[in-house]
């Protein structure tokens, strides 16, 4: 079946701006995440949806980042007035409900590439 | 004390050869273990979970856990060229509240598989 896809794939964008970038889960997975990797800092967590529940936003770096995630399933992670250290590659998972304690598998999208010059 | 770490490597085995990944975690509550294979210029993928102590085998791969000892490790068994990759340790960090989502990652160990 279909994976996770993400879209843009690539975004370069001057300082400042704002971007919006796409996630659309595996179907039928309740749980939604984001992360993003970059050289100096490996993969780091930024926010968690699980259902209908509210989101675990613990890792988003300021306040210039934000996510959503609409009907349950499509997310967007926006980040304002974007910085040189934003640059990074966004990675968004998916996976089913966890429980008992346990975290479910997570499955990553492809990610998207973000350069801000 | 990093949260998760792993051995920075990089590690080098001949083909055939049995390669041993290495990760240690700090949160003695943590419940959810993940070995991920991560290409260059590529997203993680995910070889194997586990939750329980002992060893959990899939084909060429063995996870092996340790909670008294806060140790999880990877085996790949007649490696391959193809196995040449980061491989990423993540640990679920539960802080007894309702976050079982948030993973964290080691940094990983880059792992050549030469002919």
């Known amino acids: 079946g279909a994976g996770v896809s993400q879209s843009p794939s690539n975004k370069v964008t001057e300082k400042g701006k704002d971007v919006e970038l796409r996630c659309d889960p595996i179907?039928?997975?309740?749980?939604l995440y984001w992360y993003r990797q970059s050289l100096g800092q490996g993969l780091e967590f930024l926010i968690y949806?699980?259902?209908?529940?509210?989101?675990?936003k613990s890792g988003l770096p300021s306040d210039r980042f934000s996510a959503e995630r609409t009907g349950g399933s499509v997310s967007t992670l926006t980040i304002q007035r974007t910085q040189q250290e934003d640059s990074a590659v966004y990675l968004c998972?998916?996976?089913?409900?966890?429980?008992?304690?346990?975290?479910?598998?997570?499955?990553f999208g492809p990610g998207t590439r973000l350069t801000v010059t | 004390q990093k949260e998760v770490e792993q051995n920075s490597g990089p590690l080098s085995v001949p083909e055939g050869a049995i390669a041993s990944l290495n990760c240690t975690y700090s949160d003695r509550g943590s419940q959810s273990f993940f070995w991920y294979r991560q290409y260059s210029g590529k997203s993680p993928e995910l070889i194997m979970s586990?939750?329980?102590?002992g060893d959990k085998e899939d084909g060429r791969f063995t996870a092996q856990l340790n909670k008294a000892s806060q140790y999880v490790s990877l085996l790949i068994r007649d490696s391959q060229p193809s196995d040449s990759a980061t491989y990423l340790c993540a640990v679920n960090r539960n802080a007894g509240g309702t976050s079982y989502g948030k993973l964290t990652f080691g940094q990983g160990t880059i792992l050549t598989v030469h002919p």
């Open positions: 998972a998916s996976s089913l409900v966890a429980s008992g304690g346990l975290t479910a598998e997570q499955y």
């Open positions: 179907s039928g997975h309740t749980a």
């Open positions: 949806f699980q259902g209908n529940s509210a989101p675990d």
């Open positions: 586990i939750y329980s102590n």
